[in-house]
Nanobody
Framework: QVQLVESGGGLVQAGGSLRLSCAAS????????MGWYRQAPGKERELVATIIGRDTTNYADSVKGRFTISRDNAKNTVYLQMNSLKPEDTAVYYCYIDFFSDWYTPRKGWGQGTQVTVSS
């Protein structure tokens, strides 16, 4: 079993910044992919950013140049630095990981979600 604890969400004005953190713990042998999704009211959950290894990153077009994903493998923690926030970034942000619980068993884990609200 794995637990993902997110923090850092909140209310910010347009143009402001927030930093999300997500710490994973539990039966984790090795984490391969860490990332963030978001879901706005009435919309489907969408990928925001992923990071594989230390620095192979992928971003949604809507956040490129504004958001930066990073990870600390020693702490099993992933971060999302969000700058130049826009009202359309308002959503619940979910952390997720692809990991192995042992040498052979791949699994996925999801955080509980943290609300980000950007006011205009």
């Amino acid at each position: 079993q794995v637990q993902l604890v997110e923090s850092g969400g909140g209310l910010v004005q347009a143009g402001g910044s927030l930093r999300l953190s997500c710490a994973a713990s539990g039966s984790i042998f090795r984490i391969t992919v860490m990332g963030w999704y978001r879901q706005a009211p009435g919309k489907e959950r969408e990928l925001v950013a992923t990071i594989i290894g230390r620095d192979t990153t992928n971003y949604a077009d809507s956040v490129k140049g504004r958001f930066t994903i990073s990870r600390d493998n020693a702490k099993n923690t992933v971060y999302l630095q969000m700058n130049s926030l826009k009202p359309e970034d308002t959503a619940v942000y979910y952390c997720y990981i692809d990991f192995f619980s042992d040498w052979y068993t791949p699994r996925k884990g999801w955080g509980q979600g943290t609300q980000v609200t950007v006011s205009s």
